[in-house]
């Protein structure tokens, strides 16, 4: 009996031996697997050499390049640039909506606050009314709407200053002498806005009224029924007016720029790209050179014209939804190369040639009332934008 | 003593039984899991030609090499049809492609046939059935060069398929004679994909080939103890082809239409049995399609197929009177070879194949057929290993012993 239980324990013992190297055996052949299942190595693509056609890179450079600036309205951005310096100097408009039912004599405080976002810098400026009436969709530092002129560049402002202040840490309370105001004054800050002009070097950011708890507002006092009787007016239009000294800069030069817009228009001849290509990839490269800059981070956009430039010039229009953009982050060195992928555009204009003719592309920042920047594009050399594209052509057919 | 043996026995019905809703349950799984799988069998070489000729899908004529005259392919083979029956067959393949130092696996499970015969009056029988044809089913990628840092990943999927209905006479319990109409339908999609540079893909194109057409079949077997003789003609195989090319980025599509014809085919095949528990059979299948066309816009030219056969030897043994084993050996020649290029001319695909499988019997249902099939493939560039594992889930009203007796 004890030597069956002996013989039958080994037994077990053998069968546990058999089964383990069975396990190991099968977990073999299961890795073996799937190294081979998950792998992408190169087999059998010989069998379809007669079907692929290939893919091409090409480099391609503009063959047609330009520049210009646009006094853009700035109205309904996010942030007012206040400020002057070499470059650029900068004013505010703002507006506020004042009820009827406060009389104007009966007003007896009128505070503007503002707040900025760079809460160390520092900024002294005045107000004064404006004289004429203004738009924010068209306002700008030539443009008093879309249609008319301002009587003087920079916008028309009665000469007398109803309020200083300095602008420093988060915010600003301005106290204007409204009491000691006459009613042609009163009124037209209540018909065109108020001014707000810088008095020293350097350019602050304030929060416009994009954002309803930073917003400028006023503090109005006045009296109601013989009740003192306090209001906060958030500001209904705001806008930067924005001038620069680079207008007289080289012509020639391409340049990119925000606040007063600069933009570039490059022209690529595609011809040589075949209708039926697949773009696998179109990069446009350059190395700018930084002419101006208020902040480390630019962002460019591309846009596709959808008018001839030569024909148009800076009048020719664009597609308002960038194609594609690109940060540009201001380098510690020289070797930072922008790359924009605009593979939908090219493929649109090599596709759709018919329809959607090529006429060229424009850069310029994103958006245009970003921190103020300047760049300039090389027109030629190693620097000068350029277009690698890859293409793909398709397949032949399985039977020939 | 008698007590104990009559519950003994009693529990080795009972194990017997639940045995058998094991098999059928495990059986059913499989063939829902090939059912509800869109992948089929994968070759490297299915990218050219019409693809691979899939074989017939009966896992017992698998074993036995697949001579395809004793299928149900052969609308003749109908000679002892007693009882409505049908059969389904599931398909697991695994392939391993070689090409210089580099190996890669293509899996895959798929239903394979669907085959179903029912007697008529005057020894008339009745049948129809699906199976595939042609597999177009790959995926390869292309080399990765020093000067070119993409890569193309071309995946293709699909095949063709004949719907198949006949009608077959026995004669004199011996021999059978049989037609058949097949409705040819099919379609592959090719999606070339292109690896970008900065990582992830971007599907260039897509080509989506339709088939349809006609064909026609007629067969005859004769049946006998001691041997069995059978063989069908196939005239001809005319498809319609609609190719679509999607361009993505192009977004243009353009569309071409072809004529393609195949020559006829021609199958035969015997079987001696000895002895009731040994049989040998043979088969030779002839596809001399070198001259199979395609016609464009009036304009016919060859396909350059070549005039290719089959050949299959295959044994039965059985065990007992319900676990027969069998083995086969075939050669064949595929009908297209490797494309050829300046270095080297076109090389013909050879494939030898060494085949094996039982049968499980399934009590009041029928039976559960198992092959496995080992295929080497060799073109000049290229080694392939094709594994198979087949299994047929045969049901016959009446359970009866299935040994070799052609159809069902």
């Known amino acids: 009996m004890k030597a069956f239980q002996i013989a039958d324990c080994r037994l077990q013992i053998s069968n546990r031996i058999r089964s383990s190297a069975g396990i190991l055996r099968f977990a073999f052949c299961i890795l073996t697997f799937a190294f081979l299942g998950c792998n992408t190595l190169p087999v059998g693509y010989d069998q379809l050499r007669d079907r692929v056609t290939g893919a091409s890179d090409t480099t391609l450079v503009a063959d047609s390049a330009a520049g210009y600036l646009r006094y853009v309205p700035l109205g309904g951005s996010s942030m007012l640039y206040l400020g002057r310096d070499t470059s650029y100097q900068s004013r505010v408009v703002v507006r506020f909506s004042i009820p009827d039912t406060m009389s104007l004599d009966s007003i007896t405080s009128f505070q503007m606050v503002l707040h900025q976002s760079d809460t160390l810098a520092r900024m002294s400026f005045i107000c004064r009314p404006c004289s004429l009436e203004w738009v924010e969709s068209g306002v700008s530092w030539q443009m008093s709407d879309s249609f008319n002129h301002w009587m003087n560049p920079g916008g028309d402002f009665l000469p007398d200053t109803v309020a200083t202040g300095t602008i420093a840490g988060d915010s600003i309370t301005i106290d204007f002498k409204y009491a000691g105001l006459d009613s042609a004054h009163r009124a037209a800050i209540r018909k065109s806005g108020i001014g707000i002009f810088p008095q020293d070097t350097g350019i602050v950011a304030v929060y416009s009224g994009a954002a309803a708890a930073t917003a400028p507002r006023l503090r109005v006092t006045y009296t109601n029924k013989g009740k003192e009787t306090k209001r906060v007016i958030s500001d209904i239009a705001d806008a930067s007016l924005i001038d620069t000294i680079a207008t007289r800069s080289n012509p020639l030069d391409l340049l990119v720029g925000s606040g007063v817009a600069f933009r570039a228009w490059l022209k690529f001849t595609i011809d040589s790209i075949p209708p039926e290509a697949t773009i696998a990839r179109a990069d446009l490269k350059f190395r700018p050179e930084t002419k101006y800059h208020r902040t480390d981070t630019i962002v460019l956009a591309i846009h596709r014209l959808t008018e001839s430039f030569t024909e148009k010039g800076a009048n020719a229009r664009f597609e308002a939804v960038p194609i594609g953009s690109a940060s540009y982050f201001v380098p510690a060195d020289s070797d930072t190369v922008v790359t924009i992928d605009i593979r939908s555009l090219v493929q649109l204009w090599t596709s759709r040639s018919d329809t959607l003719r090529n006429y060229g592309l424009l850069i310029n920042a994103a958006p245009e009332w970003s921190p103020l920047f300047r760049l300039r594009i090389p027109r030629s050399g190693p620097n000068a934008p350029r277009l690698e594209i890859q293409y793909v052509l398709p397949p032949e057919d399985r039977f020939k | ?408």
């Open chain 2, 1 to 408: 003593m008698k007590t104990s043996q009559i519950v003994d026995c009693r529990l080795q019905i009972s194990n017997c039984l639940r045995s058998s809703v094991g098999i059928l349950r495990f059986a059913f799984c499989i063939l829902i899991f090939a059912f509800s799988s869109s992948a089929s069998a994968q070759s490297f070489f299915n990218s050219r030609g019409l693809g691979e000729i899939t074989p017939a899908g009966d896992a017992r004529i698998a074993a036995l090499a697949e001579p395809s005259a004793l299928s149900t392919l052969n609308p003749g083979i109908f000679v002892n049809l007693n009882q409505t029956s049908f059969s389904v067959t599931a398909l697991g393949a695994a392939t391993v492609g070689t090409q210089g130092a580099n190996s890669r696996l293509l899996p895959n499970i798929r239903p394979a046939t669907f085959n179903v015969a029912t007697p008529l009056p005057f020894q008339a029988r009745l049948f129809a059935g699906i199976n595939q044809k042609f597999g177009q089913d790959f995926d390869v990628w292309s080399e990765s060069l020093a000067d070119t840092a993409y890569r193309r990943h071309i995946i293709g999927r699909g095949g063709i398929y004949a719907l198949r209905a006949g009608l077959a006479k026995s004669l004199f319990g011996k021999v059978c004679i049989g037609a058949e109409y097949g409705h040819i339908v099919g379609g592959s999609r090719e999606n070339w994909r292109f690896e970008l540079e900065q990582g992830g893909y971007t599907s260039t194109d897509t080509v989506e080939i339709d088939y349809s057409g006609n064909t026609f079949k007629v067969g005859a077997s004769l049946q006998t103890r001691i041997f069995s003789l059978a063989g069908y003609y196939e005239p001809q195989i005319s498809m319609n082809v609609q190719r679509y090319k999607r361009v993505h980025g192009a977004v243009g599509d353009t569309t071409r239409t072809y004529h393609i014809s195949l020559p006829q085919s021609l199958s035969f095949a015997g079987s001696l049995s000895p002895t009731r528990r040994l049989g040998f059979d043979l088969g030779l299948t002839l596809n001399p399609w070198s001259g199979a066309t395609i016609t464009r816009n009036d304009s016919v030219s060859r396909l350059g197929f070549g005039n290719v056969w089959r050949g299959s030897i295959g044994a039965e043994y059985d065990i007992d009177s319900l676990h027969p084993v069998r083995i086969g050996y075939s050669q064949q020649t595929w009908y297209y070879g490797t494309p050829s290029d300046q270095f080297m001319p076109p090389t013909a695909i050879k494939e030898n194949g060494i085949h094996f499988g039982t049968s499980v019997p399934i009590p009041k249902f029928g039976s559960l057929d198992i092959s496995g099939e080992l295929l080497f493939r060799n073109s000049y560039t290229i080694k392939e290993t094709a594994g198979r594992l087949m299994l047929t889930l045969a049901y016959s009203e009446a359970w009866a012993k299935r040994t070799r007796r052609w159809g069902y």
